[in-house]
């Protein structure tokens, strides 16, 4: 095992957890099902403020270092085939971020708590039902890199 190979590890996981971490503890603690128009509005826009950028970033960052590691575990079996399929979950979640999560995120951050489009729920809902996709993506995703890294470590070099 290489320092190299390490500190890949290390940065393709600490990174990913506070990418799976944020959107599970968003699950668990912000289902927004029972705010107000104007409660929603606020807690979500105050959200995309702090996330909207942050957690995409810190996400291909974490793809990126978990290619480089595939790339490092050809030959290797199982080992290979979790990190592949780690990133390809990455990648998924990804995918429903960027093209349904973060349009809708647009939109309510062009709302005020007196101008809330009369269809708010439905977008809430919408919006809340692909969260609840991509936190099981991202938390499968991270399940397999760390599956990956653990078998990597196991197996000699």
Avoid: C
Avoid at 9 to 36: C, E, H, K, M, N
Avoid at 73 to 88: F, S
Avoid at 112 to 124: D, G, I, K, Q
């Amino acid at each position: 095992m290489t320092l190299m190979l390490s500190v890949l590890q290390f940065g393709a996981a600490l990174l990913f957890a506070l990418v799976a971490g944020s959107v599970f503890g968003i699950w668990r603690g912000y289902d927004p099902s029972g705010f107000t128009a104007a409660a929603f509005v606020e807690m979500h826009q105050g959200s995309v403020r702090g996330l909207n950028v942050l957690l995409p970033g810190l996400a291909l960052v974490s793809i990126v270092l978990t290619i480089a590691l595939g790339w490092f575990a050809r030959g290797k079996g199982a080992v290979l085939w979790l990190y592949v399929g780690a990133v390809a979950l990455m990648i998924a979640a990804g995918l429903v971020t960027r093209f349904v999560n973060q349009p809708i995120n647009g939109e309510v951050m062009s709302w005020t708590a007196e101008s809330v489009p009369a269809n708010w729920m439905e977008l809430r809902s919408t919006w809340w039902n692909w969260h609840v996709l991509r936190t099981g993506l991202s938390v499968g995703a991270f399940a397999l890199l760390l599956a990956a890294i653990i078998l990597d470590r196991k197996l000699p070099s």
